[in-house]
């Protein structure tokens, strides 16, 4: 490939992350594989496809930011706890090595997939499972490890600890999980950003295609199932996972 076919390969492989995210979830499940097809290490290909698609949090926080003003000091300790967990993440992917990290690969894979095919059920879960909020935060630093560490479905494990603390509205968990995914994100992507593990040119045409794709993804909200779609998704997942247990 040229120069100028990898850049529009990253873009692409953005755009689809984009797209399926604001449907259905797991960018990060389909840009991750996209990278290691392309040849990247998994190690670096995690690190790029995290960094890259960074900035897909950054609307949601922002757009919701009124609904947060009730809580503030809250909303702000528990994307503080997610972001220390998600700063042992990426230290623990840095000096655990690819070793440890690529055998994990499947395990991750099916995490995120069940994470993303019931992930509408997690919120009803979580109200029904009401602990405290001590508990609550204990899961929000253990996603956040998680989170970073691999990470793809944590956007559904957040939410679920979101209802775990006590909350009731959708709308306002829905606004707590953007906040809180973006926090630890800018955590976690200016400590990757010092580990020479991301490759900048993927994650910049990653960003470029995520954004495109994301707003494509948002006008197809109103034609595209999105419970047909998240069954695709996992389909495409559980093949992944198939593909790495035989071939790791």
């Known amino acids: ?77 528990d994307a503080l706890i997610t972001a220390t967990g998600a700063v042992i993440g990426v230290v623990l992917l840095y000096t655990l090595g690819e070793a440890v990290f690529l055998p994990l690969v499947p395990a991750f894979l099916a995490i995120a997939v069940v994470a993303i095919l019931f992930g509408d059920y997690l919120p009803k879960l979580g109200q029904r499972l009401a602990v405290n909020r001590v508990a609550a935060r204990a899961l929000f630093f253990l996603t956040g490890i998680y989170a970073f560490y691999f990470g793809a479905g944590y956007g559904f494990m957040i939410m679920a600890a979101v209802f775990l603390a006590g909350e009731s509205s959708i709308h306002v968990a829905g606004a707590r999980k953007n906040f809180i995914s973006f926090g630890a994100n800018t955590a976690a992507v200016i400590l990757l950003s010092m580990t020479g593990l991301v490759a900048w040119e993927a994650a910049i045409a990653i960003l470029l295609g995520g954004l495109v794709g994301g707003g494509f993804g948002g006008r197809a909200m109103n034609f595209i199932p999105q419970k047909s779609l998240k069954v695709i998704v996992a389909g495409f997942g559980f093949t992944l996972v198939a593909r790495y247990i035989l071939f790791l």
Do not use: S
């Open 1 to 77: 490939m040229t120069g100028n076919d990898e850049f529009l390969f990253f873009i692409i492989a953005g755009f689809v992350g984009g797209f399926v995210n604001v449907i259905a979830g797991g960018a990060k499940l389909f840009v991750f594989p996209m990278l290691l097809a392309f040849g990247l290490p998994p190690l670096v290909a995690n690190a790029t496809a995290t960094v890259g698609l960074w900035p897909a949090q950054l609307p949601g926080a922002w757009v919701f930011r009124d609904t947060l003003a009730r809580d503030r000091k809250g909303h702000a300790l």
